[in-house]
């Protein structure tokens, strides 16, 4: 009784229910995108990544040493994932972090092991000495990249091209300037910018006197809110096949 009393009452401070619309849109979107990609993945297993799975599966059975994996940032996080669930599954792994290995690290890899390295975009400036001390002493290097015509890509013995997919639950930073940039025009643009060429997401998330903590918190909810509704505006836009468009569709 006490919980549902409790979550009665989170649901009264939602402006409206903006914060549930909006977490709501988010859930949908990022699992559809989380499903959309594995299909993808199932269907380039089949195609550009099977010569290249087949060929890590067989090295890595081979040898005599360990896998090292290696990675920065996210890409990091999921090296650490392999490298534990292949220790737990039988086949002696370790992670190193990119930047360690720099400074020391690399005299652990000898060439009985084989290197994983990961790198959405293949040119990872951290993996540099990594990809360069595999080179020299021979040690095979298995590169996971999205870019195949980069150094990593060029680089390794055994590449795993990654297909070009949707990335979900990427940092709003992140994903608001590269994804949303074409219709940044529709963009509301709250109360709470105070300096010329500042973003919505930078306004809302800056120490401001005028707005208590709570205030900025419901800003950036309003604020995502409202761009959720404009993105499936400029998606029916998009759609459209109708000339002129329609007066809704015009920027601001």
Known sequence: MESSNRAGSYAAQDDGGQ??????????????????????L??????????????????????????????????????????????????????IHPSEASHGDLGMITSQDIVIALSWSGETTELGDLIS???RFAVTLIGMTSNPASTLGQA?????????????????????EAILRPIWPLLPMPDTITRPGMSWIAATAAPNPAFSSLSRARASVRSASASVRT?????????STTWPAPPSCAAS
């Open 19 to 40: 914060v549930v619309e909006a977490a709501h849109f988010s859930a949908i979107r990022s699992v559809r995108t989380e499903a959309e990609a594995l299909l993808i």
């Open 42 to 95: 199932a269907r380039a297993l089949d195609h550009e990544l099977k010569a290249g799975f087949g060929a890590a599966v067989a090295a890595i059975h081979d040898i005599p040493g360990r896998v090292i994996v290696s990675g920065i940032g996210k890409s990091g996080h999921i090296g650490r994932k392999i490298a534990s669930t292949l220790a737990s599954t039988g086949t002696p792994s370790s992670f």
């Open 133 to 135: 001390f595999s080179r």
């Open 156 to 176: 390794a013995d055994i590449l795993l091209p990654l297909p070009l997919v949707k990335e979900a639950g990427v940092p709003v930073e992140a994903s608001v």
């Open 231 to 239: 993105l499936r505006m400029a998606e029916k836009c998009a759609a």
